[in-house]
C-alpha cells in the first residue's frame, strides 16, 4: 500500500509493507504552479511508480492539508495549497484508474491514525490526537475506528473557538477566535514577530542569535524564566487546553497524543498546556487519561494514509 502526505511545502509518498517503516519513499517540493490538475498528475505519477512491484489492487491513501467535504475526497478549503471546492479525490481516482483505490483524507486524520496502528497510542481504542504545526489539526478514534464525521471533517480541533469577541483573531478559515489563530506555528511566528517590533524586551532575541526569532527561541527563554516569553506563553497555553480539555469532555479517550513541530519544540508550552488542562477538562476525563508526545513524526501521516486506503481497499473487495 501506498500513502501521501500532501502538504503547503512538500509532496511525500512511500510505499509500506507490514511495519511502519517504508519499504521505498519519495519526496519533491509542492512548489509551483499547485493547481489541482497538475498535482493530480504529479501525485498519479509517483503512485504508478512506487506501485511497479505491487501484484493487484493497489490502495493510495492520501493526507492532505485541507478541510474535506465529504467522502469522494472533495477538498473545501485548503489556504495551504490555495484551493477551494476541488473534487481532488475524484480526479485522482479518475486519473488512476481500476488498479487503484484511492482514499483522501485530511493530513492530521492520517497522522493520528497512523500512531494508533504503530505509534504512542499503539492498541488503544479511544484517542485524541492533536498535532500543533503551521496549522492546527486533530483525529478521533472512538471505539477503534476513525471518526471522519458526516462531511469528513471531524476532529479539526483547531477550528475551536476559543474567543469571539471583537478582538478575536482572524483564521485563514475565515471565521475568528479559532485556536489555531493563537497558537498555530505560522500565527505564533507573526505574533512573535510583531511583539519584537513594539519593542518587547526578551532573551529570546539573543537566544537567535540574529536571526528570526522562533517560537523554540520564545521557549526557551520561557524556561529561564524571561518575563516576556512566560507571559505570551501563560496567555496561550490556557487556550489550546480549553480546545483540548473541551474535547476530552465529549469523548473521554484513554489516550491523549500531542504531536507537531510547534509543541517538539517548545517544551515549556506543552508542560503549560497541561497543567492548564488539569483545570480546563473535567476531572472524570482526566482519571482514565494518559498523555503522551506522538513517535512517528513525519512518517505518522505517511502510514496512516496507507494503513486507512489498504483497510478501505479489503473492505470494498470483502462486499
Ligand atoms: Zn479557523
Not at 490502495?59 to 489556504?79: E, F, H, K, W
Not at 478575536?168 to 511566528?189: F, K
Not at 487556550?239 to 497524543?257: D, K, M, Q, S, T
Not at 509543541?263 to 506543552?270: D, F, S
Amino acid at each position: 500500500m501506498i500513502g501521501f502526505d500532501l502538504g503547503g511545502s512538500n509532496l511525500r509518498a512511500a510505499r509500506f509493507g507490514d511495519g511502519a517503516q517504508p519499504v521505498a519513499s519519495h519526496r519533491e517540493p509542492v512548489g509551483e504552479p499547485r493547481d489541482p490538475e497538475t498535482i493530480v498528475e504529479r501525485v498519479a505519477r509517483i503512485a504508478e511508480q512506487l506501485a511497479e512491484p505491487i501484484e493487484g489492487v493497489v490502495p493510495v491513501g492520501v493526507g492532505i492539508a485541507a478541510m474535506l467535504r465529504d467522502r469522494d475526497g472533495t477538498v473545501a478549503n485548503s489556504p495551504h495549497l490555495r484551493w477551494r471546492d476541488v473534487a481532488f479525490g475524484t480526479m485522482l481516482a479518475a486519473r488512476l484508474g481500476a488498479r487503484f483505490h484511492v482514499v483522501v483524507c485530511n493530513d492530521v486524520n492520517a497522522i493520528v491514525w497512523g500512531e494508533a496502528q504503530d505509534g504512542a497510542a499503539r492498541g488503544c481504542r479511544d484517542v485524541l490526537g492533536v498535532h500543533v504545526g503551521t496549522g492546527i489539526g486533530g483525529g478521533v478514534i472512538v471505539g477503534g475506528e476513525l471518526v471522519t464525521g458526516a462531511s469528513q471533517c471531524a476532529g479539526e480541533i483547531g477550528h475551536s473557538k476559543v474567543r469571539w469577541d471583537d478582538a478575536a483573531a482572524p483564521c485563514a478559515c475565515g471565521q475568528r477566535g479559532c485556536v489555531e489563530a493563537y497558537l498555530g506555528g505560522s500565527y505564533l511566528q507573526a505574533r512573535i514577530a510583531r511583539e519584537l517590533a513594539a519593542g518587547a524586551h526578551t532573551a529570546a532575541i539573543g537566544l537567535a542569535g540574529g536571526g528570526d526569532v522562533h517560537p523554540g527561541h520564545v521557549d526557551q527563554a520561557a524556561g529561564y524564566g524571561d518575563e516576556w516569553a512566560l507571559g505570551l506563553w501563560s496567555e496561550l497555553a490556557p487556550l489550546l487546553a480549553v480546545a483540548i480539555g473541551n474535547a476530552l469532555a465529549v469523548l473521554n479517550p484513554e489516550r491523549l497524543v500531542l504531536g507537531g513541530g510547534v509543541l517538539a519544540r517548545c517544551p515549556t508550552l506543552r508542560e503549560l498546556v497541561e497543567t492548564a488542562l488539569e483545570v480546563a477538562a473535567p476531572s472524570a476525563s482526566l482519571e482514565p487519561l494518559t498523555v503522551v508526545a506522538a513517535e512517528l513524526g513525519d512518517d505518522a501521516g505517511l502510514v496512516g494514509a496507507a494503513r486507512l486506503a489498504g483497510r478501505a481497499a479489503a473492505i470494498t473487495s470483502r462486499r
